[in-house]
């Protein structure tokens, strides 16, 4: 399986999970965690409407607020020890980044971009992705606030994150959705739900493509007097998949 340290990773998703009882994810992490680190790029419960980013690390790593993202920062720390794996995390403002309303227009895309700096999560709407992203040539510095970035600054991210694998699970009850269920307004009880596969008919990923871009610095001597410029090479490639995931915890 690929790994990756650094890197854009364009995901185009036509429709993602969601409903009572599930706990869908799009995150990534290696064999090693917590000491790699783990990052979720998607990840909410049961019919949710926004979409929340998390990083969950070994100690002394902290998200900065407020920060350069447009989001609503829950947690700062994310200590896998602390608050029982909780992590730090930022909520997407967006009511259509997640759920229902996500699927109804027509998915869209999140990126992420990870280097030595950052680790920055957008999403667009399927109307509003960048021509850039549309063309194969994504240039992160012309598009707005991510919704959620982690520091350097208050968390070296070359320290705690390393040698990821990309990961797609769509959870049933668990930890997060199984305790927080009857709180949801879910009807009789996650495990009743669970022995009724009718439950779980938009509990489905449809994914059009995954793109991975490589950073590469550009020489751009002959326009500008010797500067240098950094953008993204092609590095991975591109898939489209339907897929149900179901892990039963």
Same mark, same amino acid.
């Given at each position: 399986?690929?790994?990756?340290?650094?890197? +854009?990773?364009? +995901?185009? /998703?036509?429709?993602?999970?969601?409903?009572?009882? %599930?706990?869908?994810?799009?995150?990534?992490?290696?064999?090693?965690?917590?000491?790699?680190?783990? $990052?979720?790029?998607?990840?909410?419960?049961?019919?949710?409407?926004?979409?929340?980013?998390?990083?969950? %690390?070994?100690?002394?790593?902290?998200?900065?607020?407020?920060?350069?993202?447009?989001?609503?920062v829950g947690s700062t720390t994310c200590d896998h020890d602390y608050?029982?794996?909780?992590?730090?995390? $930022? @909520?997407?403002?967006?009511?259509?980044?997640?759920?229902?309303?996500?699927?109804?227009?027509?998915?869209?895309?999140?990126?992420?971009?990870?280097?030595?700096?950052?680790?920055?999560?957008?999403?667009?709407?399927?109307?509003?992705?960048?021509?850039?992203? =549309?063309?194969? =040539?994504?240039?992160?510095?012309?598009?707005? +606030?991510?919704?959620?970035?982690?520091?350097?600054?208050?968390?070296?991210?070359?320290?705690?994150?390393?040698?990821?694998? =990309?990961?797609?699970?769509t959870t049933l009850c668990g930890d997060w959705a199984g305790t927080?269920?009857?709180?949801?307004?879910?009807?009789?009880?996650?495990?009743?739900?669970?022995?009724?596969?009718?439950?779980? @008919?938009?509990? %489905?990923?449809?994914?059009?493509? $995954?793109?991975?871009?490589?950073?590469?610095?550009?020489?751009?001597?002959?326009?500008?007097?010797?500067? /240098?410029?950094?953008?993204?090479?092609?590095?991975?490639?591109?898939?489209?998949?339907?897929?149900?995931?179901? /892990?039963? =915890?």
């Amino acid at each position: 399986m690929e790994r990756y340290t650094h890197g +854009l990773f364009i +995901l185009d /998703v036509a429709q993602a999970p969601y409903g009572c009882g %599930t706990w869908p994810a799009y995150w990534s992490t290696s064999e090693h965690w917590p000491f790699d680190g783990e $990052i979720d790029i998607i990840e909410n419960v049961h019919s949710s409407v926004s979409n929340q980013v998390s990083w969950h %690390t070994t100690a002394n790593c902290t998200l900065i607020s407020p920060g350069n993202y447009t989001g609503i920062v829950g947690s700062t720390t994310c200590d896998h020890d602390y608050m029982s794996n909780t992590g730090c995390g $930022i @909520v997407d403002p967006s009511i259509a980044s997640f759920g229902e309303m996500f699927n109804a227009k027509g998915g869209g895309v999140y990126a992420m971009k990870w280097d030595s700096y950052s680790i920055d999560v957008w999403f667009f709407y399927r109307t509003a992705i960048p021509n850039d992203i =549309l063309t194969g =040539l994504p240039n992160p510095g012309t598009w707005p +606030l991510p919704s959620a970035s982690l520091s350097g600054l208050g968390c070296p991210i070359d320290t705690y994150f390393r040698n990821h694998m =990309l990961i797609f699970d769509t959870t049933l009850c668990g930890d997060w959705a199984g305790t927080s269920y009857e709180a949801a307004g879910c009807p009789g009880t996650c495990a009743e739900r669970v022995a009724d596969p009718s439950s779980f @008919v938009n509990a %489905t990923w449809s994914i059009n493509s $995954i793109k991975i871009y490589n950073q590469t610095v550009i020489n751009t001597a002959y326009l500008d007097a010797g500067a /240098v410029r950094t953008g993204y090479s092609f590095w991975a490639a591109v898939f489209a998949l339907t897929a149900v995931l179901f /892990v039963f =915890l």
